[in-house]
């Protein structure tokens, strides 16, 4: 089902993680539909991506396409992350099955809610960057058993 | 190859040698058509009946109220088409539950298209059907009750003989996919009162494909495939023989190991249940804890998604099933699961163990350890625990 990039970055997902005091963080995706994506960034002063983590719930694709959007961010600059887009991030995954094309699109979403939250603290606006829609809708369950 | 450990079997089994060996002649030596009128016809005709005189034996009923199927599927469809199709007169009412296999509640669906009335029944948080709603569904119009014997997510066994009894008082039809149930629970039509009832091959170490239904005699049912006198003319085309021969000898074994074996798979289950609830934290079990099926375990694992689970089973060579969405090829997690009352995003944590005659003790162990790991890789990597944690520790 799942090319041998996708299995390889679901066996050893890069980067996976958190950064304390991040210069950016955010989180999309809801657990109703069985995904979450948080991206934590380190960006320097110049505006370069130092360091990236993820953390992810959620199938293969999920943890496969996080993966592969924080190797392809880290390093950039900020305006080169913006154009990783879910296109690009399947790309380099050598594809993923039709339904899980969504999953590719979390990822953007989800450097896109780290770059916004990194704007916001910093009091910037980069440009072309839209504010991202798809956060948490719901509060967290607090079941226990 | 390496050694799988295969856990799955509510989705299929192993076909068994002894089945295999059944089967084969009738590949090679035994060819001939059974409708025809020489002896090698005649060869196919005789095991086609053995087969169905083994099964009616199994379940307390006649040979001529056994018809062969393609399988547990076409067996629900028939059933459940058919009646509605001859009993229309009566009326165009339907009673089933939200936890039934797909092959019933889509064409339930269909039906509804087509100008039937149906209602689905709730369940409580163990999945068992509510036979106070049941009494009270029951309507002048209504022909047809159709409640799975087992589910095969959860394994719930239901209250057939209660629903059956509510049917037969009522004087409405009966019918009960069976699937999960044949071959693993003792059934007797007649003391359950049951109408009719779906079953299949490669559910109890028989072959794919070959299924049957049992019709009970004097139930008005119509012709479900035209074009031959087989089955007694309800279900035509040339007998899957070498199929049949083959549930015929699955259905022997199932039912002369039955009491042993269950006995045995049992004991297993409640062995992995209790270690699991024990070792991982924030887990479930799902289904009933006392009227289950013994081979039935199904857990739920909060902060892990259960695809994810289910490939890295598999890299430990683990076979499993899961209710989470992405192995139901929807955003939504099991139709199962949301019905016994789990929110979506705890159903998307399950995960699905079936025993097999073939498990052993050292099987389970090995599950238990892969099993704990997993979920704590998962969880490290899940911002769902991480907020927990934070909020709670």
């Known amino acids: ?145 | 190859m390496e050694r799988v450990i295969y856990l799955d079997n509510a989705a299929t089994t192993q076909t068994a040698p002894e089945v295999v060996d059944a089967m084969l002649p009738f590949f090679s030596e035994h060819y001939g058509n059974a409708s025809t009128v020489y002896g090698l016809g005649s060869k196919s005709k005789e095991a086609i009946s053995k087969a169905r005189e083994t099964i009616a034996g199994i379940l307390g009923a006649k040979e001529n109220e056994i018809y062969f199927t393609a399988g547990g599927t076409e067996s629900d469809n028939w059933a459940l088409k058919a009646t509605a199709e001859a009993y229309r007169e009566k009326g165009n009412h339907i009673i089933t539950s939200k936890i039934e296999h797909h092959a019933i509640l889509h064409t339930c669906e269909y039906l509804e298209k087509n100008g039937f009335e149906v209602t689905y029944l709730d369940v409580d948080e163990s999945g068992v059907v509510k036979l106070d709603q049941l009494k009270a569904a029951i309507r002048p119009t209504t022909i047809l009750i159709s409640i799975m014997f087992a589910n095969n997510e959860i394994g719930t066994i239901e209250p057939v003989e209660e629903i059956g009894k509510i049917a037969s008082e009522h004087g409405i039809l009966f019918h009960t996919d069976a699937v999960q149930a044949f071959g693993q629970v003792p059934i007797d039509v007649d003391a359950l009162h049951i109408d009719m009832l779906s079953a299949s091959g490669h559910k109890l170490n028989g072959p794919k494909g070959i299924g049957f239904l049992y019709i009970r005699k004097g139930v008005k049912i119509r012709s479900f495939i035209h074009g031959g006198a087989q089955e007694r003319k309800r279900r035509a085309g040339t007998e899957n023989v070498p199929g049949i021969v083959g549930l015929g000898k699955a259905a022997e074994l199932a039912a002369s190991t039955m009491e042993e074996r269950t006995a045995k798979e049992r004991e297993l289950r409640d062995y992995l249940m209790a270690r699991v609830l024990k070792e991982i934290p924030f887990t479930r079990v799902n289904g009933s804890r006392t009227s289950r099926l013994a081979n039935n375990v199904n857990f739920c694992f909060q902060f892990i998604e259960g695809e994810s689970l289910l490939i890295m089973l598999d890299m430990e060579g683990i076979c499993g099933s899961s209710g989470s969405a992405c192995t139901s090829g929807s955003l939504d997690p099991s139709h199962v699961l949301l019905a016994i009352g789990l929110p979506h995003e705890i159903a998307h944590g399950s995960l699905r163990l079936t025993l097999g005659a073939d498990t052993t003790r050292e099987d389970i162990d090995l599950t238990i350890e892969a099993v704990k790991k997993i979920v704590t890789q998962l969880r490290e990597m899940s911002p769902l625990y991480e907020d927990y944690m934070k909020k709670h520790v």
């Open chain 1, 1 to 145: 089902m799942y090319s041998e990039k996708v299995m390889d970055h679901f066996k050893n997902p890069r980067n996976m993680g958190e950064i304390e005091n991040p210069s950016g963080v955010g989180t999309v995706g809801n657990a109703k539909c069985g995904d979450i994506m948080r991206m934590f960034l380190d960006i320097d002063e110049n505006g370069v991506i130092q360091e990236v983590k993820f953390k992810t719930f959620g199938c293969g694709a999920a943890v496969a396409t996080s993966s592969m959007a924080t190797e392809l961010v880290k390093g950039k600059t900020i305006q080169e992350a913006l154009q990783v887009t879910n296109k690009a991030v399947m790309e380099a995954l050598d594809g993923l099955p039709p339904v899980k094309v969504h999953c590719s699109l979390l990822a953007e979403e989800a450097i896109h809610a780290a770059l916004w939250d990194y704007a916001e603290k910093h009091g910037i606006q980069i440009e072309g960057l839209e504010k991202p829609k798809n956060d948490i809708s719901e509060e967290e369950e607090e079941e226990e058993y």
